[in-house]
């Protein structure tokens, strides 16, 4: 009789705390947050693991990363030159820097004439070209400009925009006179003279 009293106190107890709505810890469910919740009794939902269906492959468009090659493009650890250091932005930088000199040029009393200005617009556009057409292959963008490496290209931009400040400051266009020069096309020692350029004189051979 007392172990019956005892089993009939305990089962009302459990059903009296049943009968407190609660609620269940939350499943997480395909990304989604599932509270359960019983008809007035608490539910203890056991966190199942679901087995989502396999979802397609995500195909990637881009190109294939190309392998780094040692010493190339993005593989290029060292220029090889003190005080200068490897920048894999420097095809970029060429396009900005060489277009800011164009852009100084074009917005100064410069004359189109000058001849500083001509041959200046002639290395930026070239060096511009070929930085768009090759922004990707460093490379090839030193062979075509011959004149040293990218970082280096760089450099010569920000050497050159010192100058042009300088040359406009001064306005130096102003003191260059044109020059006369006598050429014969048709002379054979090209209008030098008598001078044989091919031996010394007998006194630098002494």
């Known amino acids: 009789k007392v172990r019956r009293a005892w089993s009939a106190r305990r ?3 459990r059903r009296k705390r049943q009968g407190t709505m609660v ?5 997480r469910s395909h990304g989604r947050l599932v509270l359960s919740l019983s008809r007035g009794k608490c539910v203890r939902d056991q966190a199942k693991r679901v087995v989502a269906t396999p979802l397609s492959p995500i195909r990637n468009f881009s190109a ?10 993005r593989g290029k650890t060292s220029t090889g ?3 200068i250091d490897v920048d894999h932005e420097a095809v970029p930088k060429m396009i900005v820097k060489y277009q800011a000199l164009l852009d100084k040029m074009e ?3 410069m004359p189109a004439d000058a001849q500083y200005r001509i041959n200046v617009e002639k290395i930026c556009r070239y060096r511009i070209k070929a930085a768009q057409e090759n922004l990707d292959d460093p490379e090839k963008v030193e062979e075509l400009c011959n004149c040293g490496q990218v970082e280096e290209l760089v450099i010569q931009a920000d050497n050159e925009m010192i100058v042009l400040d300088m040359y406009l ?3 130096w266009w102003e003191l260059v006179k044109p020059v006369e020069i006598e050429f014969d096309p048709e002379d054979a020692d090209g209008g030098h003279g008598d001078v044989e350029w091919g031996d010394a004189p007998d006194d630098d051979k002494k």
């Open 11 to 13: 089962l009302q107890r």
């Open 23 to 27: 609620f269940s810890r939350a499943v």
């Open 64 to 73: 294939e990363p190309t392998p780094l090659v040692p010493g190339i493009g």
């Open 81 to 83: 030159l003190v005080g």
């Open 107 to 109: 917005a100064s009393d």
């Open 169 to 171: 400051r001064n306005r």
